[in-house]
Each structure stands twice: as C-alpha cells, then as structure tokens.
C-alpha cells in the first residue's frame, strides 16, 4: 500500500473505520431545495451566466438603480455623459474612414442581392444610428455584410426572380429584414444567446471560407462584362454559366483591359474614368442612376403573402441567426483585446432593433462586418459615437452625391468585393484545425465544400449537423478514467494513463466520471466500468471495493440512478462493493429525492477519495484473516 495514506490512520494507530472518518468529514444528506428554488437556480444560470442585474441590487437609492437600469438598456446613456472632445475627434477619424469604405461596400453588396444599389446605401444610414444608441461594442462598425446578401439572393429568387418581378422581389428583401430583426430582438430579450454557440469556430471557417469562393465566383459576371449569368451559387452552376455564356466575353474587347486595373480601382477612379471616356456606350456596365435624398419609409412595402412566407422565413432565420454569429464573435474578439465589457444578448437586442427599423426605412439586412469593424478599430474608434459620424456622413451623400456614384463601373465593384473576400479563406486556420482535432477539421471543410459545391444553406446546416452530431457522442461516450494516487503527494489523485507513476491500491478500483450521467449514457458507464474491472483482474488485481469520484458529474437523471444501482447490484453478486465520492449539490438532491441513500447506505457516501481508500483499506483488513 502507498505509505503516504496519512488520512487513512485512527487516532489509536492502524487503519481508521468508516465510522471514524465519517465523524471527521461527514457527507451533507440536507433536504433538497424546493422545486420552484432548483428552477430559478437553473434559469439564471441559462439565462443569465453573467448576473447582469446585479448592479440593481447593491442598496442604492432608486433613483440611482432607474438611471443604472437606464443605461444597461440603451447604452447610450452610459457613455455619452462622459463624452468629450478628445473622444469625439477619434471617432470623427474612424467615421469618415469607415463611410469611405461603407458607400462602396453598400452598392456593391446590394449588387449581390440583387436590389437597387442606393439601398445599400440607406443601409449606412439608419441602422448605424440605432446602433450607436443601444449597441454596446465600442469598436463594432455597422454595414451590410456579402455572405447575407448572397445568401438572401439565393432564397428569395427561388420564389421570385428579381429580373422577372424587380419590385416583389425588394419588397420581399424588406419583409427578410423585419422578420431577422424580430428573430434577433426576441432573441436578445429572452436572453438564448446561447443558441448562437451552435455555430462552431469550425463551422464559421468553413463557411466565410466557402462563401468568399462563391462570391469571387459571382463577380467573374462583371470582371467579364456578362449580361447573362446563373442565380445559382454553386461552382458547378457558375462553370456551366461561363461556358454557356463565354461568347459575351469577347464583346468590347478594346475596352477590356479595364478589368485588369480593377483591383486598384476605386469607385471615384472608375466613376470619372467611366464618364470621361462615356463608358456606357462602350459596353461598360455600371451601376446606374441613383436617386438622391434619405431613406422613404417603407413599412408598407412589407409582403406576407402565404406564397411567398416559407422562403422569407427561411431567409430571414438562416441570414438572421448567421450575422448574430458572426457580429458577436467579433465584439467578443474586440473586447478581450481593450479589456472592455461585452453582453451577447444586449448586441442581439441592438443587432435586432436595426433590422427592425431598418425594414421600416428601404434598408436591408445590417450586422458588424468584420472587415469594416477592423477599419474602425484601427482607424481609433473610442465610442459608438463613430457609427454616428458614419450615418450623418451617409445622410450628406444620400443628399448631395449619390447620383455621383451611378457612373462606377460594375468591374470596379467586383474588384471591391474579390479584395474584400479573398482574406476570407483562412487556410492557414484550417491547417491548424487539422493538425489539432481531425473532427474541427472535418467540419471545417465539410461547410467550406458544400457552400462552394452545393449551396450555402446545405453547407452550412450539414456542418451545424457534424458539430451537434459531436456533441451527441461526447454525450453518449462521456470521459471516464482510472486514477491512482501521485507518488509524495497525501491527496492528489491522477489519471494512470496521463501518469503511470501514480499508485493503483490493491483491490480498490477509483473510476473518476467527467460528465453528466444521462440515459443515452448510463449503459456505456456500467460496461465501462465492467471492462475496467475486467482488465484490472486480468492482470492480477482482484478488485473488492469500486469508487466513483462524482465531483465532476453536474447532472443525472432517473435513467442513470437506476443504472448505478444495477451496476451496485452487478458487484455485489461477485463479491464487491461499491463507494461515492463527494457528488455535488444537484446530484446528491437527486440521489436523496430517489432515495439512492437509503438503499445503498449513507456509510457508502464519502466527501473525499482519501476518506474513501481508507474506509476500502479498512475493509480489506478485516476480511484479509
């Protein structure tokens, strides 16, 4: 036996009794809590991990608890009293960097979509200005986003083609946009961003992966001057489109090499270049005219006709759920970098508010680019005050230069989105992915092929699927493992296979649990066990006592209770007796409410594995004569 058993020592010399330790570190057999104190217990931690009302409850003065819940809704109250010039001049840098690259991503992505490009314009105006009142990331820029618009291209032209029916086609967008904001803001209010946590880091490489594959691809239209293209966004689609179309290719040719300074060309370059040379009469295509003045309301252009609802819903779910993923992934990403607060749940509610109005206001769907929210980050934005500047600054366009705009060569915006999508394909991420965990990998580039293959709602769902599938069989196979004592240590128990140095006692097997026993899993740890004993006695080890550290199973149910107690039966058909080891409050309530106790014995029960090796030790020696 390990010499370094203090523990297992009576007072009197020898080995201590059970009896004797239990009256040193008795286990708590309390009375469960009530049913209604399990479920808010359960419900704040689901709901509400971060504790976020805490600072209503510290014994202030109500005024002060109404101006703090104030500003916890609309954070806008909780920096702009602390606004100052210094600030404001950071933010007036950052905003007009981020317009410059706003006006040009917003005609290009609602080239994508297929809408009129001014729409994508009022789409810098009204939702930045939202956000700038009830968004909570300092550094997040407001924009348009390509994978939502392709995204949203894909969906709604399965009911309506927008060259066929132009204006059902927007209206549809519109509506999209109304039920994503809805989606988000209930989100937000019932506080299920944990819903969102679905979407892996895999998953999300895959798929910007994928998705600026299929983007590059769509632009080969205006780098070639197609008139005619697929509304698929597959690989195989856009081959066939370019094979079927590639006699437009050779029209204009004098006028061809434009395409080859389009990725240095800006939409101002190609705008006069395209006017100088009357560019249009060329063959040139461009976006065309653009009307002038803000945002017109359209609340009433909302279609929720029962034809078209399914794809609607399905678009508006899809794009709505995709753009939280990624708007809180990178807020998250900027937090941890300043070291400021970040809520999840109030970026939904702020994200869904944009949308909402945005429907209201001839705007599509909005979130936090990551490229746009980089610009703003490195252009020194301090406050949301910049996202402000960015729709005051998108107003004054909207007014005065819009028409400016429709002359810009669609090559030019291609060339924009090519550059924009390109930094997309992390391969070296996925490298990574592979050589760390297979599986991550496989659900990296499951998305990646069956976006740039198939389409990017399959892709994107049969990734989602792997990833739950993963979580089913960690469920289903949870971790177990044998531990033995660490050498020159009095309580540290270890894992024999990570530590072969630790000590396995004679006729004692210490099984350590390492995830909540559930009925899909309860089979698989009684015959986990069975094997365990089973290569223990094979190499001469006669088991006698089996303990079960349960310090780390947070949850179990009716199911798992009765398979321990077969598992207790199994053992004592052969001789053997089993122990638990310190389970936690949740589990002990249970096993008390089912009366678990009473059938196996409080004596069974112990707070520590030291207590329980020497109540095993203890009875050892009595049957060794």
Known sequence: MDPNTDNSMSPKGGVASPTDINSRHG?????????????????????????????????????????????????????LPN???????????????????????????????????VVGLYSSFVPPLIYAIFGSSRHMAVGTIAAASLLL?????????????????????????????????????????ILVDFFS?????????????????????????????????????????????GSEKKKNEKLFWVAAIAPITTVIVGAVFTYIVKGQNHGIQIVGHLDRGVNPLSIHLLNFDSKYLPAVLKAGIITGVLSLAEGIAIGRSFAVVENTPHDGNKEMVAFGLMNLMGSFTSCYLTSGPFS?????????????????VQAVLMAMTLLFLAPLFGRTPLVALSAIIISAMLPLIDYEEAIHLFKVDKFDFLICISCFLGVTF?????????????????????????????LGKMPNSSDLYRDVEQYPVSTVFPGVLIVKLGSPIYFANSSYIKERIKRYIQSEESSGNIIERVIL?????????????????????????????????NPRKEVMEKLILSRFEEVVGKETFFLSLDDAVAASQFRLSKADP
């Open 27 to 79: 286990v708590n057999f309390s009375a469960p809590r009530g049913f209604m104190t399990k479920l808010k217990s359960a419900a704040k931690e689901t709901l509400f991990p971060d504790d976020p009302f805490r600072q209503f409850m510290n014994g202030e003065r109500r005024r002060d608890r109404i101006v703090k819940g104030f500003q916890y809704f609309v954070p806008l109250f909780e920096w």
């Open 83 to 117: 606004y100052n010039l210094r600030l404001f001049w950071s933010d007036l840098v950052a905003g007009l960097t981020i317009t410059s690259l706003a006006i040009p991503q917003g005609i290009s992505y609602a080239k994508l979509a297929e809408i009129p490009p």
């Open 549 to 581: 550290d349960l310090a780390s199973v947070t949850s179990i149910d009716v199911t798992a209770i009765g398979g321990i107690l077969e598992l207790r039966k199994i053992l004592g058909k052969n001789g053997k007796e089993m122990s638990i080891v």
């Open 201 to 245: 880091h895999s998953t999300i490489t895959g798929f910007m992966g994928g998705t600026a594959v299929i983007l590059c691809l769509q632009q080969l239209k205006g780098v070639f001057g197609m008139k005619h293209f697929t509304s698929q966004t597959s690989l195989i689609s856009v081959v066939k489109a370019i094979i079927a179309n």
């Open 372 to 388: 746009k929210s980089a610009v703003n980050y490195n252009a020194g934005a301090k406050t949301q005050m910049s996202n402000a």
């Open 454 to 482: 198939i389409s990017m709602d399959v892709g994107l769902f049969f990734s989602i699927g792997l990833g739950l599938l993963r979580g089913l069989l960690y469920v289903a196979r949870p971790a177990a493992c044998k």
């Open 153 to 193: 291209f894909q969906t709604v032209s399965s009911v309506v083609k927008p060259e066929d029916d132009p204006t059902l086609f927007l209206h549809l967008i519109f509506t999209t946009t109304f039920i994503t904001g809805v989606l988000q803001t209930t989100l937000g209010i019932l506080r299920l961003g």
